[in-house]
């Protein structure tokens, strides 16, 4: 094992670890960022750097901002290890990667959990079929790899992902067969009384508005207030079954409307595994629906001397993740002494204005596009855990049989133990408990995560 | 195999981008170059990646960004490859992953520690 020792670890190469890496390598700290993918920018600029004039054009301009972000982390100092599967970090800052199919680890005297958010899971009728994914998937395959359905697609749920997705495809000259809208008319309604402060972050919403506009300008069907959507299947020519319909209703009225390509969305939701294989303090957030680990304001966890940027402490955005990635930086550079109190605090203070101003946007977007129950806590038949096919109904049962929580959940039917382990079923078999059992999400509890974060094999493993 | 591809590419090819020649299931496809394997496999019009250890259902992408596991394959007799994580090579020889994964192949490993079949 080597015995190598940085000053900072920063995992994740979005906004808020490419910042935080930046920023600690101007105080001349050494810095290591790891990231899983081959290339800086995260979900959010993902192929950043790769992208050429026309696709920037498409994607619009919050996506070409990502460029300077990206051009100062490379100018920093900080080293970058892409294509590093990071697979453990200790609570004493051990952290153990995998890259290249060999294991290498390292320490850390402060450690950065950038790892962003994840799309918060869908399950509906038909949502493991072969040509249904998310919103986030099918812009991935636009940025890294200008790809984009052969055919008109459907767009399901709800979120400022699955509209912005939709306004770069008609910038892109892409067909769309449908925008199939959860949100309803309640929604708009309770959503209205945090309108004052989302006028003060105008700009954001100006920007919402317009895009809805360009959607219905070029004659997008839309459909609002959607329920009981349903992924209808069909044979494909060689025999496998995949999607062929979107089965809704409308305030009672049922539509079907035929796609091969359906993208679901409701909202991001912060990827966790890090912070609860940590056992770092959490708290459910009523108003994300979600996890979000307990922070100091400079991001720090309860586990001493590890923090978290961006949307894996809550969601906040690209913008917030930048600046929550360079308030970390700071407080880092304190405690190691490269700065003093003083210096951290005058840096801090614009910082810390400019975050609580775009995250005024939160409060109006978090209650408009709140993911609906039925969207959340599915149906008995609804396959919630993908991985080994376990149905909400199974979970329901197996709550009578006295399942109190998730992790119980795994011993009655192996919910949640594939490979993904929980990523795309956690929050619902949280919210599925805790709804059965009548007690809130907090009670119940997450999966207790443990290392390795990402699989690696025995082989690997014995290599270090 | 192939059937009409979900996804096409937008973008006039780069050459970095240029086609390249990979073997799915043992079958010689052309895909684009310079991306995923998930994404060169999408636009060749592979729309089943595995199926399922479970019920044999048949599974592709959700996700594109390394949490679902649903576009696991083989890849140059390694299973359980996320392809959504694996830049496409030319020649690389690709295989849906059929139910749970098979142990790595090993020359020196007596066939019948693997007759189990897992």
């Known amino acids: 094992m080597a015995a190598d020792t940085v000053d900072v670890a920063v995992i994740g190469a979005g906004p808020a670890g490419l910042a935080a890496a930046t920023q600690a390598a101007r105080a001349g700290l050494s810095v290591v960022l ?31 901002a990502g460029a300077a972000l990206a051009s100062e982390f490379a100018r920093s100092g900080a080293r970058y290890v892409p ?10 800052r051990s952290v153990h990667y995998l890259k290249d199919g060999k294991v290498s680890s390292f320490e850390a005297r402060r450690v950065v959990l950038a790892t962003g958010a994840l799309e918060r899971p869908f399950p509906i009728p038909g949502w493991t079929l072969p040509g249904v994914m998310t919103a986030g998937a ?33 910038r892109a000259g892409v067909p769309i067969r449908a925008l199939v809208d959860t949100t309803r008319h309640e929604d708009r309604w309770r959503a209205k009384r945090h309108m004052l402060s989302a006028l003060r972050a105008w700009p954001y919403l100006s920007k919402g508005l317009q895009l809805m506009r360009t959607l219905r300008d070029a004659g ?49 939701v912060p990827n966790t595994q890090f912070t609860h294989s940590l056992r770092a303090s959490h708290k459910w957030d ?19 001397g590890i923090f978290v940027a961006g949307d894996g402490g809550g969601i906040g955005g690209a913008q917030a993740a930048e600046t929550q990635g360079e308030v ?4 880092i550079a304190a405690q190691l002494g490269a700065i003093d109190t003083a210096a951290r605090n005058r840096s801090a203070a614009p910082l810390l204005r400019r975050l609580a101003e775009v995250m005024r946007i939160r409060p109006f977007l978090d209650s408009l596009y709140r993911p609906r129950d039925e969207n ?43 490979p993904c382990q929980g990523r795309l079923c956690g929050l619902t078999v949280t919210e599925v408990i805790a709804d059965a059992r009548s007690v809130p999400p907090e009670t119940v509890g997450y999966y207790r995560i443990r290392p390795p974060i990402k699989p690696l094999t025995l082989g690997e493993l014995a290599g270090e | 195999m192939t059937s009409k591809p979900l996804f096409k590419v937008l973008t006039p090819a780069t050459d970095a981008q240029a086609t390249i020649h ?70 690389m020889r690709i295989h849906s992953q059929e139910g749970a994964r098979d142990l790595p192949p090993s020359s020196d490993m007596n066939p019948l520690e693997n007759a189990h079949g897992r």
């Not at chain 1, 993918?37 to 919050?62: H, K, T």
């Not at chain 1, 959507?229 to 035929?258: K, M, P, Q, T």
């Open chain 1, 138 to 170: 099918a812009q991935i395959l636009l940025k890294s790899a200008g790809e984009v359905p052969a055919e008109p697609p459907i767009l399901v749920g709800c979120g400022p992902l699955l509209y912005l997705l939709g306004w770069q495809y008609v």
């Open chain 1, 34 to 64: 790891l990231d899983e993918q081959e290339a800086v920018g995260g979900q959010i600029y993902r192929a950043i750097e790769r992208s050429d004039a026309q696709r920037r054009e498409i994607l619009g301009p919050d996506y070409a």
């Open chain 2, 22 to 91: 990979i073997w799915f299931n043992d079958q010689p496809l052309s895909v684009p170059g310079g991306r995923s394997v998930a994404a060169a496999l999408l636009a060749a019009g592979v729309q089943r990646f595995r199926a399922t250890p479970v019920s044999g259902a048949p599974r592709a992408p959700y996700c594109m960004m390394g949490a679902c596991f649903e576009c696991l394959v083989e890849i140059d007799g390694m299973p359980s490859r996320q392809s959504c994580l694996v830049t496409v090579k030319d020649g």
């Open chain 1, 83 to 92: 294509n590093a599967s990071v697979w453990q970090v200790t609570r004493e």
């Open chain 1, 328 to 331: 970390t930086a700071l407080a």
């Open chain 1, 220 to 268: 997008v069907a839309m459909h609002e207030a959607a329920d009981e959507l349903r992924v209808e299947s069909g044979i494909d020519e060689d025999g496998s079954e995949r999607a062929r319909a979107l089965n809704f209703s409308v305030r009672g009225v049922s539509h079907r409307i035929e796609a091969n390509v359906i993208l679901l969305h409701q909202g991001v």
């Open chain 1, 286 to 304: 009523e108003a994300q629906l979600c996890f979000a680990p307990l922070t100091d304001q400079w991001g720090e966890l309860d586990v001493p």
């Open chain 1, 376 to 418: 959340r806590m599915p149906k008995d038949e609804v396959i919630v855990c993908r991985c080994e096919e376990v149905t909400a109904g199974e979970l329901r049962s197996f709550v009578k049989l006295g399942c109190l929580g998730p992790n119980q959940a795994k011993s009655f039917g192996r919910c949640g133990m594939g």
